[in-house]
């Protein structure tokens, strides 16, 4: 199996304006670092030594932190300060060395996850066999003060139970159920996925409390179902959980559940709570 991983970086944040102007909502600390670092490190734990990271035209905030400065570096030589500078930044410059950015148009008017990863599918090269999909605000799940649920046990969840390809999902209330896309097992199955419901009305069964954490695994046949992806009558959106919904009526694509706390940093409350909730387990 060969696996390069996409990253979700280029949203507008709106949620996060007007900070969201000059940086990207994906470069907001996480604890002590950019929350999208989180995501790369993930795919590197995970044996993923491509990564292709989705931008967007008008910012550079992602790819200024994970690449060299020689301005800053000249200045800092001749300040003496070029040693303090190295050590700080070189984890992320050696992270940045695996990592393709990629601009996303929406020129066409074409907009959404599932335009994105659209995009994002011309630049997976032949030989790949799986793509791993995150977002740059990924949600993280923590239990006793550690993360859990990573990409690299998602994918021993799949190979040991023989499946095409998995999702990450959480455990929500049947009452907060309405504010996520949920992952809906199949009859007989309910590890397997069926289909992606966004946020279910109650007329959609309640069995499933499983909501989707946005990190997936699958094969790269997913890129046929893009292709022919139509706009959310709703939000004229191109929504990239179609296209999963309809790679698993053909595929077996597994449910697996992360345990712990969710970290959300897609908004600026459940970020600021995210940022909270780890600040107090790193500190007792």
């Not at 190979?159 to 896309?181: M, P």
């Not at 969710?262 to 940022?275: F, I, Q, R, S």
Request: charged share 20%.
């Amino acid at each position: 199996m060969k696996t390069t991983a996409v990253i979700l970086a280029a949203g507008l944040g709106t949620r996060f304006l007007p900070l969201t102007k000059t940086i990207n909502k994906c470069m907001l600390p996480l604890g002590n670092k950019p929350v999208i670092q989180y995501a790369v490190e993930e795919c590197v734990d995970a044996g993923i030594d491509t990564i292709v990271v989705l931008v967007p035209e008008y910012d550079t905030s992602i790819q200024e932190y994970f690449t060299p400065q020689q301005a800053i570096e000249e200045t800092l030589t001749r300040m003496g300060k070029l040693d303090v500078y190295r050590s700080a930044v070189e984890q992320a410059e050696a992270l940045g060395a695996l990592m393709q950015f990629v601009t996303v148009s929406y020129a066409d008017g074409r907009y959404g996850t599932g335009e994105m990863m659209r995009q994002a599918m011309e630049y997976i090269a032949d030989d790949v066999t799986h793509v791993a999909l995150l977002h740059g605000d990924a949600p993280f799940g923590y239990a006793d003060g550690r993360q859990v649920g990573g990409l690299s046990a998602m994918m021993q969840a799949m190979v040991a139970q023989r499946r095409d390809g998995v999702l990450a999902g959480f455990s929500v209330e049947l009452a907060e159920r309405s504010k996520y896309g949920v992952l809906m097992g199949s009859p007989g199955d309910s590890d397997r996925l069926d289909r992606i419901v966004e946020k279910p009305g109650p007329d959609v069964s309640p069995s499933s409390l499983n909501a989707n954490a946005a990190w997936y695994i699958l094969p790269v046949a997913v890129r046929e179902y893009l292709q022919d992806l139509q706009p959310d009558a709703t939000s004229g959106e191109y929504l990239f959980t179609d296209a999963v919904s309809d790679l698993a009526q053909a595929r077996n694509i597994g449910i697996f559940s992360v345990d712990g706390v969710y970290l959300d940093c897609g908004k600026p409350d459940v970020w600021l709570a995210a940022n909270n909730y780890l600040a107090k387990v790193r500190s007792s």
